[in-house]
């Protein structure tokens, strides 16, 4: 059904407005419902936003685990979008955790093919800024 990804826009909208701890809520109940209605889909974007969140709030092995899964039903799929979002997740991780060689190498992943930094220019934005904080540190 729908809900996961109702669920998802509702815990992205509470992420980016009003709060974390509700969005985890939310990603999580989203990655809940997916897993058990086989939703791959909306399986991999909701880990890859919740390893998001969990970058930001210095949940390490959460983030690590969560990211990894989301990378594993990513690839081969076309889900592009999770990917990168996965992705930018681990790059972030390592640049909160004093680690910006390591981000780096994740957020040069992001080119994968240039079709990822096409779709999602955003994100090939914001990972160059993170790229140059890497780099100065």
């Not at 009003?18 to 058990?36: F, G, I, P, T």
């Not at 949940?59 to 990513?74: D, G, V, Y």
């Not at 910006?100 to 992001?110: G, I, K, M, N, V």
Request: charged share 20%.
């Amino acid at each position: 059904g729908a809900l996961p990804a109702l669920l998802f826009l509702l815990a992205r909208d509470e992420a980016t407005t009003r709060s974390w701890a509700r969005a985890a809520a939310n990603y999580s109940e989203a990655v809940k419902l997916a897993r058990d209605t086989s939703q791959t889909n909306e399986l991999a974007v909701s880990l890859a936003a919740l390893a998001w969140l969990e970058s930001r709030t210095g949940q390490e092995a959460e983030c690590r685990a969560h990211a990894a899964e989301a990378l594993s039903l990513c690839r081969g799929r076309d889900l592009h979008w999770a990917e990168t979002w996965a992705l930018f997740a681990l790059g972030e991780l390592e640049l909160a955790m004093g680690a910006p060689d390591a981000s780096a190498t994740h957020l040069r992943e992001l080119d994968v093919g240039g079709e990822a930094l096409e779709v999602f220019w955003i994100a090939a934005r914001m990972s160059a800024v993170l790229m140059v904080s890497s780099a100065m540190r």
